[in-house]
Protein backbone atom coordinates (compact mmCIF):
# COMPACT_ATOMS: atom_id res chain seq x y z
CA UNK A 1 0.00 0.00 0.00
CA UNK A 2 1.33 3.52 -0.84
CA UNK A 3 2.18 5.28 1.50
CA UNK A 4 -0.29 8.02 0.55
CA UNK A 5 -2.89 5.21 0.67
CA UNK A 6 -2.01 4.23 3.59
CA UNK A 7 -2.35 7.63 5.19
CA UNK A 8 -5.88 8.04 3.37
CA UNK A 9 -6.99 4.61 4.98
CA UNK A 10 -5.53 5.74 8.54
CA UNK A 11 -6.67 9.38 8.56
CA UNK A 12 -10.48 7.87 7.72
CA UNK A 13 -10.20 4.99 10.34
CA UNK A 14 -8.83 7.85 13.02
CA UNK A 15 -12.04 10.37 12.34
CA UNK A 16 -14.65 7.21 12.15
CA UNK A 17 -12.51 5.80 15.31
CA UNK A 18 -13.36 9.01 17.09
CA UNK A 19 -17.33 10.16 16.21
CA UNK A 20 -18.29 6.53 16.42
CA UNK A 21 -16.96 7.66 19.91
CA UNK A 22 -20.02 9.92 20.30
CA UNK A 23 -22.63 6.91 20.06
CA UNK A 24 -20.57 3.70 20.89
CA UNK A 25 -21.33 3.64 24.41
CA UNK A 26 -24.67 3.61 24.11
CA UNK A 27 -25.41 -0.47 24.25
CA UNK A 28 -23.04 -0.87 27.01
CA UNK A 29 -25.20 1.51 29.11
CA UNK A 30 -27.04 -0.88 30.59
CA UNK A 31 -24.07 -2.65 31.71
CA UNK A 32 -22.33 0.02 32.88
CA UNK A 33 -25.38 1.68 35.00
CA UNK A 34 -25.50 -2.14 36.69
CA UNK A 35 -21.67 -2.63 37.17
CA UNK A 36 -21.26 1.01 38.38
CA UNK A 37 -24.17 1.18 39.78
CA UNK A 38 -25.56 4.62 38.99
CA UNK A 39 -28.94 5.91 37.97
CA UNK A 40 -30.17 6.76 34.51
CA UNK A 41 -29.69 9.91 34.13
CA UNK A 42 -26.07 9.27 35.95
CA UNK A 43 -25.27 6.63 33.12
CA UNK A 44 -26.35 9.41 30.64
CA UNK A 45 -23.58 11.68 31.09
CA UNK A 46 -20.81 9.24 30.04
CA UNK A 47 -22.62 9.47 26.03
CA UNK A 48 -23.34 13.36 27.16
CA UNK A 49 -19.35 14.59 28.66
CA UNK A 50 -17.73 13.39 25.55
CA UNK A 51 -20.34 15.22 22.81
CA UNK A 52 -20.29 18.28 25.65
CA UNK A 53 -16.52 18.35 25.51
CA UNK A 54 -16.08 17.65 21.71
CA UNK A 55 -18.60 20.85 20.85
CA UNK A 56 -16.50 22.99 23.04
CA UNK A 57 -12.97 21.81 22.15
CA UNK A 58 -13.42 21.08 18.26
CA UNK A 59 -13.24 24.59 16.75
CA UNK A 60 -10.18 25.74 19.64
CA UNK A 61 -8.61 22.17 18.90
CA UNK A 62 -8.79 23.41 15.00
CA UNK A 63 -7.04 26.44 15.88
CA UNK A 64 -4.25 24.48 17.40
CA UNK A 65 -4.53 22.33 14.69
CA UNK A 66 -3.68 25.07 12.46
CA UNK A 67 -0.53 26.46 14.67
CA UNK A 68 1.58 23.44 15.66
CA UNK A 69 0.75 21.66 12.30
CA UNK A 70 -1.85 19.01 11.36
CA UNK A 71 0.35 16.26 11.43
CA UNK A 72 1.37 16.74 14.81
CA UNK A 73 -1.89 17.50 16.23
CA UNK A 74 -3.56 14.46 14.50
CA UNK A 75 -0.72 12.72 16.43
CA UNK A 76 -1.32 13.98 19.60
CA UNK A 77 -4.77 14.05 19.39
CA UNK A 78 -4.81 9.84 18.63
CA UNK A 79 -2.25 9.61 21.44
CA UNK A 80 -4.48 11.71 24.09
CA UNK A 81 -7.46 9.66 22.81
CA UNK A 82 -5.68 6.30 23.02
CA UNK A 83 -4.25 7.39 26.48
CA UNK A 84 -7.93 8.36 27.80
CA UNK A 85 -9.89 5.09 26.09
CA UNK A 86 -7.66 3.32 28.59
CA UNK A 87 -8.07 5.49 31.32
CA UNK A 88 -12.01 4.21 30.91
CA UNK A 89 -11.72 0.91 30.25
CA UNK A 90 -10.06 1.08 33.46
CA UNK A 91 -12.71 2.96 35.93
CA UNK A 92 -13.84 2.02 38.43
CA UNK A 93 -16.26 4.48 39.38
CA UNK A 94 -18.73 6.90 37.29
CA UNK A 95 -16.80 9.61 38.24
CA UNK A 96 -13.33 8.29 36.98
CA UNK A 97 -15.39 7.19 33.61
CA UNK A 98 -16.92 10.30 32.85
CA UNK A 99 -13.65 12.40 33.77
CA UNK A 100 -11.30 9.85 31.31
CA UNK A 101 -14.02 10.96 28.43
CA UNK A 102 -13.65 14.14 28.75
CA UNK A 103 -10.03 14.10 27.95
CA UNK A 104 -10.57 11.24 25.50
CA UNK A 105 -13.03 13.89 23.82
CA UNK A 106 -10.55 16.65 23.73
CA UNK A 107 -7.53 14.59 22.06
CA UNK A 108 -10.29 13.34 19.71
CA UNK A 109 -11.46 17.10 18.70
CA UNK A 110 -8.03 17.94 18.12
CA UNK A 111 -7.64 14.81 15.81
CA UNK A 112 -10.57 14.81 13.99
CA UNK A 113 -10.04 18.74 13.04
CA UNK A 114 -6.66 17.94 11.85
CA UNK A 115 -7.62 15.29 9.53
CA UNK A 116 -9.60 17.73 7.55
CA UNK A 117 -6.77 19.57 7.33
CA UNK A 118 -4.42 16.72 6.03
CA UNK A 119 -6.54 14.94 3.92
CA UNK A 120 -6.85 17.02 0.86
CA UNK A 121 -3.29 17.09 0.34
CA UNK A 122 -3.74 12.83 0.80
CA UNK A 123 -6.56 12.75 -2.10
CA UNK A 124 -5.54 15.58 -3.94
CA UNK A 125 -9.10 17.51 -4.03
CA UNK A 126 -10.61 19.63 -1.11
CA UNK A 127 -13.72 18.50 -1.97
CA UNK A 128 -12.76 14.87 -2.18
CA UNK A 129 -11.04 15.07 1.44
CA UNK A 130 -14.41 17.19 2.45
CA UNK A 131 -16.85 13.81 0.94
CA UNK A 132 -14.09 11.56 2.80
CA UNK A 133 -14.08 13.35 6.03
CA UNK A 134 -17.83 13.60 6.17
CA UNK A 135 -18.57 9.65 5.20
CA UNK A 136 -16.01 8.32 7.70
CA UNK A 137 -17.18 10.28 10.47
CA UNK A 138 -21.31 9.66 9.93
CA UNK A 139 -20.20 5.69 9.16
CA UNK A 140 -18.02 5.88 12.20
CA UNK A 141 -21.20 7.48 14.19
CA UNK A 142 -24.04 5.15 12.90
CA UNK A 143 -21.57 1.83 13.39
CA UNK A 144 -20.84 2.80 16.96
CA UNK A 145 -24.04 1.48 18.51
CA UNK A 146 -23.84 -1.96 16.90
CA UNK A 147 -19.80 -2.05 17.63
CA UNK A 148 -20.19 -1.30 21.01
CA UNK A 149 -22.78 -3.85 21.51
CA UNK A 150 -21.00 -7.14 20.20
CA UNK A 151 -18.08 -5.96 22.57
CA UNK A 152 -20.17 -5.78 24.91
CA UNK A 153 -21.62 -9.05 24.59
CA UNK A 154 -18.61 -10.87 24.07
CA UNK A 155 -15.97 -9.44 26.25
CA UNK A 156 -17.37 -6.37 28.39
CA UNK A 157 -18.02 -2.80 28.17
CA UNK A 158 -14.91 -1.97 29.17
CA UNK A 159 -13.39 -3.34 26.41
CA UNK A 160 -14.84 -1.07 23.98
CA UNK A 161 -12.69 1.23 25.52
CA UNK A 162 -9.29 -0.67 25.76
CA UNK A 163 -9.80 -2.13 22.32
CA UNK A 164 -9.62 1.63 20.82
CA UNK A 165 -6.14 1.93 22.50
CA UNK A 166 -4.30 0.18 19.86
CA UNK A 167 -6.81 0.66 17.08
CA UNK A 168 -5.84 4.78 17.30
CA UNK A 169 -2.11 3.97 17.84
CA UNK A 170 -2.45 2.24 14.21
CA UNK A 171 -4.10 4.69 12.87
CA UNK A 172 -1.67 7.26 13.94
CA UNK A 173 1.19 5.44 12.97
CA UNK A 174 1.18 6.81 9.12
CA UNK A 175 0.23 10.25 10.13
CA UNK A 176 4.09 10.50 12.33
CA UNK A 177 5.47 10.46 8.80
CA UNK A 178 3.74 14.08 8.48
CA UNK A 179 4.32 15.21 11.79
CA UNK A 180 8.02 14.37 11.86
CA UNK A 181 8.32 16.03 8.28
CA UNK A 182 6.47 18.91 10.12
CA UNK A 183 9.31 18.81 13.37
CA UNK A 184 12.04 18.71 10.44
CA UNK A 185 10.92 21.62 8.62
CA UNK A 186 9.36 24.10 10.77
CA UNK A 187 6.35 23.70 8.08
CA UNK A 188 2.65 23.81 8.47
CA UNK A 189 0.17 22.58 6.21
CA UNK A 190 -1.01 26.14 5.61
CA UNK A 191 -0.38 29.80 6.54
CA UNK A 192 -2.39 31.22 9.11
CA UNK A 193 -5.25 33.21 7.49
CA UNK A 194 -8.70 34.71 8.15
CA UNK A 195 -10.76 32.08 9.05
CA UNK A 196 -14.38 33.83 8.19
CA UNK A 197 -17.59 33.58 9.84
CA UNK A 198 -18.91 29.89 10.09
CA UNK A 199 -22.27 28.84 7.86
CA UNK A 200 -24.61 29.19 10.90
CA UNK A 201 -27.83 28.05 9.41
CA UNK A 202 -25.74 24.75 8.43
CA UNK A 203 -24.20 24.33 11.54
CA UNK A 204 -27.67 25.45 13.53
CA UNK A 205 -29.30 22.33 10.98
CA UNK A 206 -26.48 19.83 11.96
CA UNK A 207 -27.60 20.68 15.69
CA UNK A 208 -31.06 19.91 15.30
CA UNK A 209 -30.56 17.20 13.02
CA UNK A 210 -28.11 15.43 15.14
CA UNK A 211 -30.35 15.79 18.30
CA UNK A 212 -32.54 14.20 16.11
CA UNK A 213 -30.81 11.02 15.41
CA UNK A 214 -29.19 10.47 19.18
CA UNK A 215 -32.92 10.58 19.87
CA UNK A 216 -32.80 7.70 16.92
CA UNK A 217 -29.89 5.70 18.33
CA UNK A 218 -30.22 6.12 21.93
CA UNK A 219 -33.54 5.30 22.34
CA UNK A 220 -34.08 2.32 20.23
CA UNK A 221 -31.04 1.34 21.74
CA UNK A 222 -32.85 1.72 25.50
CA UNK A 223 -35.94 0.50 24.17
CA UNK A 224 -34.69 -3.02 22.76
CA UNK A 225 -32.38 -4.01 25.34
CA UNK A 226 -34.43 -2.53 28.71
CA UNK A 227 -37.59 -2.19 27.40
CA UNK A 228 -37.84 -5.29 25.00
CA UNK A 229 -35.41 -7.47 27.05
CA UNK A 230 -33.20 -8.21 24.35
CA UNK A 231 -29.71 -8.78 25.14
CA UNK A 232 -26.82 -6.25 24.02
CA UNK A 233 -25.47 -8.54 21.13
CA UNK A 234 -29.23 -8.97 19.81
CA UNK A 235 -29.63 -5.15 20.28
CA UNK A 236 -26.71 -4.31 18.70
CA UNK A 237 -27.93 -6.70 15.10
CA UNK A 238 -31.02 -5.47 15.37
CA UNK A 239 -29.68 -1.34 15.34
CA UNK A 240 -27.11 -2.75 12.18
CA UNK A 241 -30.16 -1.74 9.92
CA UNK A 242 -29.20 1.98 10.33
CA UNK A 243 -25.47 1.97 9.58
CA UNK A 244 -26.41 -0.86 6.98
CA UNK A 245 -29.03 1.59 5.27
CA UNK A 246 -27.03 4.87 5.72
CA UNK A 247 -24.10 2.88 3.83
CA UNK A 248 -26.67 3.13 0.73
CA UNK A 249 -27.70 6.62 1.32
CA UNK A 250 -23.54 7.62 1.41
CA UNK A 251 -24.35 6.42 -2.03
CA UNK A 252 -26.39 8.99 -3.48
CA UNK A 253 -23.92 11.55 -3.64
CA UNK A 254 -24.44 15.14 -5.24
CA UNK A 255 -25.95 13.39 -8.48
CA UNK A 256 -29.56 13.29 -6.23
CA UNK A 257 -29.60 16.63 -6.24
CA UNK A 258 -28.15 20.17 -4.51
CA UNK A 259 -26.92 19.42 -1.31
CA UNK A 260 -29.64 21.81 -0.03
CA UNK A 261 -32.47 19.28 -1.45
CA UNK A 262 -30.21 16.39 -0.13
CA UNK A 263 -30.21 17.95 3.09
CA UNK A 264 -34.11 18.63 3.44
CA UNK A 265 -34.84 15.09 2.06
CA UNK A 266 -32.55 13.43 4.73
CA UNK A 267 -34.14 15.45 7.31
CA UNK A 268 -37.44 14.11 6.51
CA UNK A 269 -36.56 10.66 6.43
CA UNK A 270 -35.10 10.97 9.18
CA UNK A 271 -38.39 12.51 11.04
CA UNK A 272 -40.43 10.15 9.43
CA UNK A 273 -38.45 7.13 10.53
CA UNK A 274 -38.40 8.90 14.05
CA UNK A 275 -42.16 9.19 13.28
CA UNK A 276 -42.86 5.51 12.54
CA UNK A 277 -40.53 4.47 16.34
CA UNK A 278 -43.35 6.76 17.92
CA UNK A 279 -45.83 4.53 16.36
CA UNK A 280 -44.69 1.37 16.62
CA UNK A 281 -47.95 -0.60 16.61
CA UNK A 282 -46.67 -3.66 18.26
CA UNK A 283 -43.19 -4.67 20.15
CA UNK A 284 -42.19 -6.71 17.30
CA UNK A 285 -38.21 -6.08 16.54
CA UNK A 286 -39.24 -6.40 12.76
CA UNK A 287 -41.62 -3.54 13.13
CA UNK A 288 -38.47 -1.27 14.07
CA UNK A 289 -36.26 -1.96 10.64
CA UNK A 290 -38.29 0.16 8.14
CA UNK A 291 -37.79 2.89 10.56
CA UNK A 292 -34.46 2.49 11.07
CA UNK A 293 -33.85 2.09 7.32
CA UNK A 294 -35.23 5.65 6.88
CA UNK A 295 -33.36 7.31 9.36
CA UNK A 296 -30.12 5.60 8.14
CA UNK A 297 -30.60 6.80 4.89
CA UNK A 298 -31.26 10.11 6.11
CA UNK A 299 -28.46 10.43 8.46
CA UNK A 300 -26.15 9.42 5.28
CA UNK A 301 -27.75 12.58 3.26
CA UNK A 302 -28.70 15.32 5.68
CA UNK A 303 -25.26 14.76 7.40
CA UNK A 304 -22.94 14.69 4.12
CA UNK A 305 -25.12 17.44 2.38
CA UNK A 306 -24.65 19.46 5.26
CA UNK A 307 -21.09 18.98 6.26
CA UNK A 308 -20.45 20.11 2.46
CA UNK A 309 -22.40 23.49 2.48
CA UNK A 310 -20.89 23.99 5.57
CA UNK A 311 -17.48 23.79 4.27
CA UNK A 312 -17.79 25.11 0.53
CA UNK A 313 -15.94 27.95 0.00
CA UNK A 314 -14.61 28.56 3.06
CA UNK A 315 -11.17 28.29 4.36
CA UNK A 316 -9.47 27.17 5.91
CA UNK A 317 -11.21 23.63 6.44
CA UNK A 318 -9.70 22.27 9.50
CA UNK A 319 -11.48 25.74 11.37
CA UNK A 320 -14.91 25.18 9.60
CA UNK A 321 -14.70 21.48 10.01
CA UNK A 322 -14.46 22.50 13.60
CA UNK A 323 -17.67 24.27 13.72
CA UNK A 324 -19.30 21.01 12.14
CA UNK A 325 -17.94 18.70 14.61
CA UNK A 326 -18.66 21.35 17.37
CA UNK A 327 -22.33 21.71 16.00
CA UNK A 328 -22.95 18.00 15.60
CA UNK A 329 -22.15 17.18 18.95
CA UNK A 330 -23.71 19.69 20.61
CA UNK A 331 -26.95 19.09 18.92
CA UNK A 332 -26.10 15.28 20.20
CA UNK A 333 -25.44 16.26 23.91
CA UNK A 334 -28.94 18.63 23.94
CA UNK A 335 -30.62 16.11 22.55
CA UNK A 336 -29.48 13.94 25.38
CA UNK A 337 -30.03 15.98 27.72
CA UNK A 338 -33.42 17.38 26.86
CA UNK A 339 -34.88 13.27 26.29
CA UNK A 340 -33.44 11.46 29.38
CA UNK A 341 -35.60 13.11 32.02
CA UNK A 342 -38.42 12.94 29.35
CA UNK A 343 -38.79 8.82 29.09
CA UNK A 344 -37.20 8.17 32.46
CA UNK A 345 -40.28 9.82 34.05
CA UNK A 346 -42.70 8.43 31.08
CA UNK A 347 -40.94 4.98 31.80
CA UNK A 348 -41.65 5.04 35.55
CA UNK A 349 -45.52 6.04 34.95
CA UNK A 350 -45.46 3.31 31.65
CA UNK A 351 -44.28 0.79 34.00
CA UNK A 352 -46.54 1.79 37.07
CA UNK A 353 -49.76 1.58 34.65
CA UNK A 354 -48.53 -1.66 32.64
CA UNK A 355 -48.36 -3.30 36.26
CA UNK A 356 -51.72 -2.30 37.52
CA UNK A 357 -53.35 -3.04 34.06
CA UNK A 358 -51.57 -6.09 34.77
CA UNK A 359 -52.57 -7.03 38.03
CA UNK A 360 -56.51 -6.22 36.75
CA UNK A 361 -56.22 -8.74 34.35
CA UNK A 362 -54.94 -10.95 36.95
CA UNK A 363 -57.96 -10.32 39.54
CA UNK A 364 -60.53 -10.50 36.99
CA UNK A 365 -59.50 -13.59 35.86
CA UNK A 366 -60.89 -17.22 36.60
CA UNK A 367 -58.23 -18.04 38.44
CA UNK A 368 -59.22 -19.07 42.40
CA UNK A 369 -59.15 -16.01 44.90
CA UNK A 370 -56.36 -17.66 46.96
CA UNK A 371 -53.97 -17.83 43.50
CA UNK A 372 -54.79 -14.39 42.64
CA UNK A 373 -53.58 -13.12 46.06
CA UNK A 374 -50.14 -15.17 45.72
CA UNK A 375 -49.69 -14.12 42.03
CA UNK A 376 -50.16 -10.27 43.10
CA UNK A 377 -47.81 -11.14 45.78
CA UNK A 378 -45.14 -12.79 43.73
CA UNK A 379 -45.78 -9.96 41.31
CA UNK A 380 -45.08 -7.45 43.99
CA UNK A 381 -42.12 -9.34 44.85
CA UNK A 382 -40.79 -9.41 41.05
CA UNK A 383 -41.23 -5.54 40.82
CA UNK A 384 -39.65 -4.49 43.99
CA UNK A 385 -36.21 -6.54 42.89
CA UNK A 386 -36.10 -4.29 39.59
CA UNK A 387 -35.04 -1.09 40.51
CA UNK A 388 -37.66 0.85 38.66
CA UNK A 389 -37.22 -0.93 35.56
CA UNK A 390 -39.71 -2.52 33.13
CA UNK A 391 -39.67 -5.92 34.79
CA UNK A 392 -39.99 -9.67 33.07
CA UNK A 393 -42.59 -10.92 34.56
CA UNK A 394 -42.15 -14.44 33.68
CA UNK A 395 -40.77 -16.16 36.94
CA UNK A 396 -43.68 -14.63 38.94
CA UNK A 397 -45.74 -16.99 37.48
CA UNK A 398 -43.33 -20.01 38.63
CA UNK A 399 -44.25 -22.61 39.87
CA UNK A 400 -47.33 -22.88 37.30
CA UNK A 401 -50.39 -24.70 39.40
CA UNK A 402 -50.65 -28.40 39.11
CA UNK A 403 -54.30 -27.96 38.42
CA UNK A 404 -54.52 -28.32 34.74
CA UNK A 405 -57.70 -25.44 34.34
CA UNK A 406 -55.61 -23.03 36.62
CA UNK A 407 -52.61 -23.98 34.65
CA UNK A 408 -54.16 -22.83 31.62
CA UNK A 409 -55.67 -19.66 33.18
CA UNK A 410 -52.58 -18.62 34.95
CA UNK A 411 -50.62 -19.30 31.20
CA UNK A 412 -53.00 -17.23 29.56
CA UNK A 413 -52.45 -14.36 32.41
CA UNK A 414 -48.62 -14.46 31.90
CA UNK A 415 -49.16 -13.83 28.30
CA UNK A 416 -51.51 -10.64 28.69
CA UNK A 417 -49.44 -9.39 31.89
CA UNK A 418 -46.53 -9.50 29.52
CA UNK A 419 -48.51 -7.68 26.69
CA UNK A 420 -49.12 -4.84 29.21
CA UNK A 421 -45.74 -4.66 30.23
CA UNK A 422 -44.31 -4.66 26.35
CA UNK A 423 -46.75 -2.09 25.38
CA UNK A 424 -45.70 -0.40 28.49
CA UNK A 425 -42.37 0.11 27.63
CA UNK A 426 -42.68 0.69 23.83
CA UNK A 427 -45.55 3.47 24.67
CA UNK A 428 -43.10 4.93 26.81
CA UNK A 429 -40.77 6.22 24.29
CA UNK A 430 -42.83 7.16 22.29
CA UNK A 431 -43.04 11.14 23.47
CA UNK A 432 -39.37 11.24 22.92
CA UNK A 433 -39.02 9.67 19.35
CA UNK A 434 -42.29 12.07 18.52
CA UNK A 435 -39.84 15.06 19.85
CA UNK A 436 -36.98 13.84 17.82
CA UNK A 437 -39.23 13.69 14.98
CA UNK A 438 -40.19 17.32 15.57
CA UNK A 439 -36.75 18.62 16.08
CA UNK A 440 -35.62 16.24 12.75
CA UNK A 441 -38.45 18.51 11.09
CA UNK A 442 -37.96 22.11 12.29
CA UNK A 443 -34.19 21.38 10.97
CA UNK A 444 -36.20 22.05 7.31
CA UNK A 445 -35.94 25.41 8.27
CA UNK A 446 -32.32 26.40 8.71
CA UNK A 447 -31.96 24.09 5.44
CA UNK A 448 -34.56 26.33 4.06
CA UNK A 449 -32.91 29.33 4.73
CA UNK A 450 -29.80 28.33 3.57
CA UNK A 451 -29.89 30.67 0.14
CA UNK A 452 -26.19 29.82 -0.98
CA UNK A 453 -26.96 26.49 -1.87
CA UNK A 454 -29.48 26.50 -5.09
CA UNK A 455 -32.61 23.91 -4.74
CA UNK B 1 -30.07 24.40 -13.91
CA UNK B 2 -28.06 20.78 -13.91
CA UNK B 3 -29.66 17.27 -13.99
CA UNK B 4 -28.69 17.19 -10.07
CA UNK B 5 -30.40 20.13 -9.38
CA UNK B 6 -33.38 19.04 -11.56
CA UNK B 7 -33.57 15.83 -9.28
CA UNK B 8 -34.16 17.89 -5.69
CA UNK B 9 -37.73 18.17 -5.57
CA UNK B 10 -38.09 14.65 -7.08
CA UNK B 11 -36.07 13.58 -3.99
CA UNK B 12 -37.14 15.71 -1.10
CA UNK B 13 -40.86 14.51 -2.74
CA UNK B 14 -39.88 10.85 -2.38
CA UNK B 15 -38.86 11.16 1.06
CA UNK B 16 -42.34 12.68 2.00
CA UNK B 17 -44.18 10.24 0.50
CA UNK B 18 -42.27 7.08 2.13
CA UNK B 19 -42.23 9.25 5.73
CA UNK B 20 -46.02 9.81 5.67
CA UNK B 21 -46.28 5.98 4.08
CA UNK B 22 -44.67 4.75 6.94
CA UNK B 23 -46.63 7.08 9.97
CA UNK B 24 -50.18 6.50 8.19
CA UNK B 25 -49.46 2.39 8.01
CA UNK B 26 -48.22 2.11 11.62
CA UNK B 27 -51.06 4.36 12.76
CA UNK B 28 -53.49 2.22 10.77
CA UNK B 29 -51.95 -0.71 12.47
CA UNK B 30 -53.24 0.62 15.58
CA UNK B 31 -49.45 2.61 17.08
CA UNK B 32 -51.51 5.54 18.52
CA UNK B 33 -53.35 3.40 20.89
CA UNK B 34 -50.40 0.81 21.81
CA UNK B 35 -50.36 1.65 25.34
CA UNK B 36 -51.27 -0.04 28.68
CA UNK B 37 -54.80 -0.97 29.44
CA UNK B 38 -56.29 1.99 32.09
CA UNK B 39 -57.59 0.38 35.04
CA UNK B 40 -60.77 1.70 36.26
CA UNK B 41 -61.19 4.24 38.70
CA UNK B 42 -61.82 2.89 42.07
CA UNK B 43 -63.64 5.72 43.35
CA UNK B 44 -66.67 4.51 40.51
CA UNK B 45 -68.75 2.02 40.71
CA UNK B 46 -67.93 -1.26 39.78
CA UNK B 47 -71.12 -3.55 38.80
CA UNK B 48 -71.53 -6.52 40.77
CA UNK B 49 -71.92 -9.98 38.61
CA UNK B 50 -74.94 -12.69 39.71
CA UNK B 51 -72.55 -14.89 42.63
CA UNK B 52 -72.50 -18.00 41.58
CA UNK B 53 -71.81 -19.65 45.61
CA UNK B 54 -69.90 -18.43 48.50
CA UNK B 55 -66.52 -17.83 46.74
CA UNK B 56 -67.74 -15.48 44.43
CA UNK B 57 -69.82 -13.64 46.50
CA UNK B 58 -66.75 -13.35 49.10
CA UNK B 59 -64.34 -12.06 45.57
CA UNK B 60 -67.16 -9.08 44.90
CA UNK B 61 -67.01 -8.68 48.50
CA UNK B 62 -62.96 -7.84 48.31
CA UNK B 63 -63.00 -6.00 45.24
CA UNK B 64 -65.79 -3.62 46.35
CA UNK B 65 -64.02 -3.25 49.46
CA UNK B 66 -60.61 -2.88 47.99
CA UNK B 67 -62.21 -0.36 45.42
CA UNK B 68 -63.49 1.66 48.62
CA UNK B 69 -60.09 1.97 49.95
CA UNK B 70 -58.30 2.38 47.15
CA UNK B 71 -60.63 5.26 46.48
CA UNK B 72 -60.17 6.36 49.82
CA UNK B 73 -56.37 6.44 49.63
CA UNK B 74 -56.48 7.68 45.95
CA UNK B 75 -54.40 4.87 44.48
CA UNK B 76 -55.64 2.26 41.96
CA UNK B 77 -57.44 -0.97 43.15
CA UNK B 78 -54.66 -2.93 41.71
CA UNK B 79 -51.65 -1.25 43.68
CA UNK B 80 -53.84 -1.60 46.76
CA UNK B 81 -54.31 -5.45 46.05
CA UNK B 82 -50.83 -6.20 45.50
CA UNK B 83 -49.68 -3.89 48.91
CA UNK B 84 -52.10 -5.88 50.85
CA UNK B 85 -50.46 -9.42 50.04
CA UNK B 86 -47.84 -9.50 52.83
CA UNK B 87 -46.75 -7.21 55.74
CA UNK B 88 -43.59 -6.36 53.29
CA UNK B 89 -45.48 -5.57 50.41
CA UNK B 90 -47.88 -3.11 52.66
CA UNK B 91 -44.67 -1.53 54.75
CA UNK B 92 -43.30 -0.98 50.98
CA UNK B 93 -46.50 0.66 49.78
CA UNK B 94 -46.94 2.74 53.50
CA UNK B 95 -43.35 4.08 52.88
CA UNK B 96 -43.90 5.07 49.28
CA UNK B 97 -47.11 6.65 49.48
CA UNK B 98 -46.19 8.03 53.02
CA UNK B 99 -49.53 6.72 54.62
CA UNK B 100 -50.02 5.67 58.14
CA UNK B 101 -50.92 2.69 60.33
CA UNK B 102 -54.05 4.70 61.35
CA UNK B 103 -54.64 6.32 57.40
CA UNK B 104 -54.19 2.99 56.16
CA UNK B 105 -56.51 1.48 58.53
CA UNK B 106 -59.27 4.03 58.10
CA UNK B 107 -59.17 3.50 53.95
CA UNK B 108 -59.45 -0.12 55.13
CA UNK B 109 -62.62 0.27 56.77
CA UNK B 110 -64.22 2.60 54.73
CA UNK B 111 -63.62 0.04 52.01
CA UNK B 112 -65.35 -2.67 54.12
CA UNK B 113 -68.43 0.16 54.80
CA UNK B 114 -68.25 0.33 50.77
CA UNK B 115 -68.21 -3.35 50.10
CA UNK B 116 -71.42 -3.91 52.29
CA UNK B 117 -73.18 -0.94 50.81
CA UNK B 118 -72.36 -2.35 47.12
CA UNK B 119 -74.00 -5.56 48.69
CA UNK B 120 -77.06 -4.49 49.68
CA UNK B 121 -77.35 -1.83 46.65
CA UNK B 122 -77.01 -5.55 44.36
CA UNK B 123 -79.47 -7.30 46.28
CA UNK B 124 -77.10 -9.90 47.91
CA UNK B 125 -77.13 -8.63 51.53
CA UNK B 126 -80.29 -7.62 53.43
CA UNK B 127 -80.34 -4.42 55.01
CA UNK B 128 -81.44 -6.22 58.18
CA UNK B 129 -77.87 -7.70 57.86
CA UNK B 130 -75.74 -4.71 56.72
CA UNK B 131 -76.69 -2.51 59.65
CA UNK B 132 -75.06 -5.05 62.57
CA UNK B 133 -72.26 -5.77 59.99
CA UNK B 134 -71.79 -2.12 59.18
CA UNK B 135 -71.58 -1.56 63.26
CA UNK B 136 -69.02 -4.48 63.30
CA UNK B 137 -66.57 -3.60 60.81
CA UNK B 138 -66.11 0.25 61.82
CA UNK B 139 -64.51 -1.22 65.07
CA UNK B 140 -62.69 -4.48 63.77
CA UNK B 141 -58.51 -3.95 64.09
CA UNK B 142 -57.08 -2.88 61.05
CA UNK B 143 -54.74 -6.35 60.74
CA UNK B 144 -58.36 -8.59 60.94
CA UNK B 145 -59.51 -5.73 58.23
CA UNK B 146 -57.24 -6.61 55.69
CA UNK B 147 -57.60 -10.38 56.43
CA UNK B 148 -61.04 -9.94 55.59
CA UNK B 149 -60.26 -7.72 52.17
CA UNK B 150 -57.58 -10.24 51.34
CA UNK B 151 -60.08 -13.58 51.13
CA UNK B 152 -63.72 -12.10 52.19
CA UNK B 153 -65.31 -15.66 52.56
CA UNK B 154 -63.15 -15.70 55.96
CA UNK B 155 -65.67 -12.28 57.01
CA UNK B 156 -68.72 -15.07 55.89
CA UNK B 157 -66.23 -17.95 57.93
CA UNK B 158 -66.35 -15.43 60.96
CA UNK B 159 -69.83 -13.79 60.50
CA UNK B 160 -70.77 -16.12 63.56
CA UNK B 161 -68.15 -13.89 65.91
CA UNK B 162 -69.03 -10.89 64.03
CA UNK B 163 -73.05 -11.14 64.11
CA UNK B 164 -73.69 -13.90 66.74
CA UNK B 165 -77.30 -15.06 65.47
CA UNK B 166 -77.38 -12.69 62.50
CA UNK B 167 -75.27 -15.34 61.06
CA UNK B 168 -78.28 -17.61 60.30
CA UNK B 169 -80.05 -15.32 58.46
CA UNK B 170 -77.08 -14.46 56.19
CA UNK B 171 -77.09 -18.26 55.27
CA UNK B 172 -80.70 -18.05 54.29
CA UNK B 173 -80.05 -14.90 51.92
CA UNK B 174 -77.52 -16.42 50.62
CA UNK B 175 -77.69 -17.52 46.46
Redesign the interface.
Known sequence: MSSQRSRLVSLAVAVGLVLADSSIVVLALPEIYRDLDTSVAGVTWVLVSFNLVMALAAVPAAHLARRIGPGRAAAVGLAVFAGAGLACGLASELSTLIAARCVQALGGALAVTAALELLPATVGSERRAVAIWATAGATGAALGPALGGLMTELVSWQSIFLIQAPLAIAAGVPILAVARHEAATGIVAAELRSTGRPHLLANLALAMVSAAIAAALFLLVLLLIEGWRLTPIGAAIVVSAMPLAALFGARLG?????A???A???A??V???L??L?????AEVV?TL??QL?VGV?LALVLSALTETALAGRAPQAIHGGWTISARHAGVAIGLLALTPLFTADIAQ?R??????G??VV?DSKV???LK?EL??R???R??GERGRVPTIGSAFEPLPEDPEDRAEVLVLREELQD?LD??A??AFSPSFGLGALIGLLALVPIGLARRV?? | MSRATNRGPLLIGVAIAISLALVGIYLAAGGASYAPAKVQDPCEERPWRDPEGLDELAEQFSFSALDGAACELGVSRETLARALATPESRERFTQRYEIDDAELARAIRAGLLRAVDDAERAGVLSPFLATPLRSTLREIPVDQAIELIQDASTLLDNLETFLGPAQGLLEQILP
Open positions: PGMGSRARAAGILSGGGGALLPKLPPLGQNDAIDATALSPLLSQIDDLAQRATHEL
